[in-house]
């Protein structure tokens, strides 16, 4: 009844349905008249019809189709047929057209009426989207494939209808109105993604507490001088991704000497990336490092040209090899102490392109004390670039001139931080040319030039919108960012219970689904020292690493423990129900 109501409550919907009733009205009128006048006239020429004959002829005659099995003998009878056929002409084929035009917004109207208005009744903990863009598409799979029920606004009911038809969650909507967090019961979810301008933003962080003002918030921030505007206005969560991206970059730079370098925390365990060119343990197998029994860490990833591979004690270890670790700060550290004496090389790491990246990266490598030389093509660019680098060189980083006298010949790494993707794997091809030995880090704007770029030489790339997916995912899990690689997440599951009692070696998770088990939970515990012969317990929590296609093998092949999701499922087959 709601929705029909405000169907009718449109003025111009109202003008159209008068027209159209009309239209309609006088069409019936001159039907039932020209049908009365066929039987007057045949009774004239002394024949009898029925009433569906009169109507038949009538209908038949108007549209043009006289299939001649009726006619008139008399001239008054042929004369009547010519002003049928006129007519029908005049109402159906000249008048019927410009009735359409009218009905185009009535249409328009009906079309907004298909994606609902609100949410279904009892919807609890789901998660609010502001804006349809890049870093939502991967969050909506994510949440999905965790069973978080989530509504994304969308401020043109045609596009809504549109991305409702095609499965999405979508409530149309404006996301400066309160009226709009109502009817998505907002005082009810989980998280609210303020994902527009910084502007924008604001106005949604307060118009949502409005309505609910202890709902948790989560905004992008795409200017360093928002943050603190956006907190002030009630953002419990700032997301400067930008910045985040050139640290993340920046993290994994090699320089001045082979180092652990720290990703992420999972609770009270740290997870690290070990570069292992020219160390001794390049050549290895995992086994025969000693790492657990040396230091206490665990290796539960290696890293090859962008390809994570589940860390199996025969895996041998190559030059290009970077390990994925867990282990305690201590351990860590012990760690680092081992390998600080190998692959000395003092010389700047070379970052291309200056710009909000750029310079997040340029800080990052700074505050280490790490030696950075900076090529950018804009003069006015290179010159707020002065005093944060070494040096800085003005020009198109493809010139061979320049790029060899910034130093691309004995840099340990160098960071491509432009956003445009053919742009990096042109330079990453380069700069490998070059220097076969050198660090490749690169940013990457879309998905599908992943794998180009790791084959032009990359070792490493990342995106904007993955790391705005897995921060999020790491607020909704309530456990700090963990910045694996691109397509690579991490993943906390209850033991399922086709799973549970077994052995590690018996579940075959990694040679089924490709995910690494990387640690074990319970009873608030977590275990990394895992053995082929641990036990998977009923109450156990299964953490493990590997891509979205990975979790879906592994849900399809031993099922998916619903206690934690239960909720979160119950809600998104309410909101599919309303599609019916």
């Given at each position: 009844?709601?929705?029909?109501?405000?169907?009718?409550?449109?003025?111009?919907?109202?003008?159209?349905?008068?027209?159209?009733?009309?239209?309609?009205?006088?069409?019936?009128?001159?039907?039932?008249?020209?049908?009365?006048?066929?039987?007057?006239?045949?009774?004239?020429?002394?024949?009898?019809?029925?009433?569906?004959?009169?109507?038949?002829?009538?209908?038949?005659?108007?549209?043009?189709?006289?299939?001649?099995?009726?006619?008139?003998?008399?001239?008054?009878?042929?004369?009547?047929?010519?002003?049928?056929?006129?007519?029908?002409?005049?109402?159906?084929?000249?008048?019927?057209?410009?009735?359409?035009?009218?009905?185009?917004?009535?249409?328009?109207?009906?079309?907004?009426?298909?994606?609902?208005?609100?949410?279904?009744?009892?919807?609890?903990?789901?998660?609010?989207?502001?804006?349809?863009?890049?870093?939502?598409?991967?969050?909506?799979?994510?949440?999905?494939?965790?069973?978080?029920?989530?509504?994304?606004?969308?401020?043109?009911?045609?596009?809504?209808?549109?991305?409702?038809?095609?499965?999405?969650?979508?409530?149309?909507?404006?996301?400066?109105?309160?009226?709009?967090?109502?009817?998505?019961?907002?005082?009810?979810?989980?998280?609210?993604?303020?994902?527009?301008?910084?502007?924008?933003?604001?106005?949604?962080?307060?118009?949502?507490?409005?309505?609910?003002?202890?709902?948790?918030?989560?905004?992008?921030?795409?200017?360093?001088?928002?943050?603190?505007?956006?907190e002030l206005s009630g953002v419990r969560h700032v997301l400067p991704l930008k910045r985040w991206l050139g640290e993340q970059l920046a993290n994994r730079v090699s320089a001045l000497h082979t180092e652990v370098h720290p990703i992420g925390r999972y609770e009270n365990l740290l997870f690290a990336e070990v570069p292992l060119h020219r160390t001794p343990l390049a050549g290895k197998t995992i086994r025969e490092t000693g790492l657990r029994q040396h230091t206490g860490v665990s290796i539960v990833g290696v890293w090859e040209r962008g390809r994570l591979y589940p860390a199996r004690p025969d895996y041998r270890l190559s030059d290009t090899s970077v390990m994925v670790v867990i282990g305690t700060e201590d351990q860590l550290e012990h760690l680092n102490t081992l390998l600080?004496?190998?692959?000395?090389?003092?010389?700047?790491?070379?970052?291309?392109?200056?710009?909000?990246?750029?310079?997040?990266?340029?800080?990052?490598?700074?505050?280490?004390?790490?030696?950075?030389?900076?090529?950018?093509?804009?003069?006015?660019?290179?010159?707020?670039?002065?005093?944060?680098?070494?040096?800085?060189?003005?020009?198109?980083?493809?010139?061979?001139?320049?790029?060899?006298?910034?130093?691309?010949?004995?840099?340990?790494?160098?960071?491509?931080?432009?956003?445009?993707?053919?742009?990096?794997?042109?330079?990453?091809?380069?700069?490998?040319?070059?220097?076969?030995?050198?660090?490749?880090?690169?940013?990457?704007?879309?998905?599908?030039?992943?794998?180009?770029?790791?084959?032009?030489?990359?070792?490493?790339?990342?995106?904007?919108?993955?790391?705005?997916?897995?921060?999020?995912?790491?607020?909704?899990?309530?456990?700090?960012?963990?910045?694996?690689?691109?397509?690579?997440?991490?993943?906390?599951?209850?033991?399922?219970?086709?799973?549970?009692?077994?052995?590690?070696?018996?579940?075959?998770?990694?040679?089924?689904?490709?995910?690494?088990?990387?640690?074990?939970?319970?009873?608030?515990?977590?275990?990394?020292?895992?053995?082929?012969?641990?036990?998977?317990?009923?109450?156990?929590?299964?953490?493990?690493?590997?891509?979205?296609?990975?979790?879906?093998?592994?849900?399809?092949?031993?099922?998916?423990?619903?206690?934690?999701?239960?909720?979160?499922?119950?809600?998104?087959?309410?909101?599919?129900?309303?599609?019916?």
């Open positions: 009844m709601s929705g029909w109501k405000d169907f009718m409550a449109d003025r111009q919907t109202r003008r159209t349905l008068q027209i159209l009733g009309r239209y309609l009205l006088a069409i019936t009128l001159v039907v039932v008249l020209f049908t009365q006048i066929f039987h007057a006239l045949m009774a004239y020429e002394g024949r009898a019809y029925s009433w569906l004959t009169g109507l038949y002829w009538t209908l038949s005659t108007m549209t043009t189709l006289g299939y001649g099995d009726i006619v008139f003998q008399s001239e008054a009878g042929r004369i009547f047929s010519v002003v049928v056929v006129s007519t029908g002409i005049l109402l159906l084929f000249l008048i019927l057209p410009f009735v359409f035009v009218r009905m185009g917004p009535w249409l328009e109207v009906r079309l907004r009426m298909t994606a609902p208005t609100q949410v279904p009744s009892g919807t609890r903990g789901h998660v609010i989207l502001c804006h349809h863009d890049v870093i939502t598409s991967g969050l909506i799979e994510r949440l999905e494939q965790e069973g978080i029920p989530y509504f994304l606004i969308d401020e043109d009911p045609v596009r809504a209808s549109d991305r409702y038809a095609r499965g999405l969650s979508v409530v149309p909507g404006e996301v400066d109105r309160k009226e709009t967090y109502q009817a998505l019961r907002v005082a009810q979810a989980r998280l609210v993604f303020a994902n527009r301008s910084d502007m924008d933003n604001t106005n949604i962080v307060l118009t949502v507490h409005e309505v609910a003002p202890e709902v948790p918030v989560a905004a992008l921030a795409a200017f360093e001088h928002s943050i603190d505007v956006l600080a004496i190998y692959d000395f090389n003092p010389n700047p790491v070379l970052v291309i392109g200056g710009g909000t990246v750029g310079r997040a990266v340029i800080r990052s490598l700074s505050h280490k004390n790490i030696p950075v030389h900076v090529i950018d093509l804009k003069p006015d660019v290179c010159s707020r670039l002065e005093g944060m680098c070494q040096a800085v060189f003005t020009g198109n980083a493809a010139d061979y001139q320049l790029i060899e006298e910034a130093g691309i010949g004995e840099a340990p790494s160098v960071v491509l931080t432009t956003n445009d993707d053919a742009m990096n794997v042109y330079l990453a091809s380069y700069c490998r040319h070059l220097n076969p030995e050198v660090r490749i880090i690169s940013r990457v704007t879309h998905e599908r030039n992943i794998e180009a770029l790791h084959r032009a030489g990359a070792d490493f790339v990342l995106s904007y919108h993955a790391l705005g997916v897995d921060a999020l995912m790491a607020i909704l899990k309530n456990h700090e960012l963990v910045v694996l690689g691109e397509r690579v997440d991490l993943f906390s599951v209850p033991v399922p219970p086709a799973l549970q009692e077994k052995t590690l070696a018996e579940s075959g998770i990694g040679a089924r689904t490709g995910l690494s088990v990387i640690a074990l939970r319970r009873e608030g515990k977590t275990i990394t020292d895992l053995k082929p012969s641990t036990i998977l317990p009923a109450d156990g929590e299964l953490v493990m690493i590997g891509d979205i296609e990975q979790r879906k093998r592994f849900d399809e092949l031993f099922g998916r423990e619903t206690s934690g999701a239960e909720g979160g499922a119950r809600a998104s087959q309410k909101a599919k129900e309303v599609r019916s």
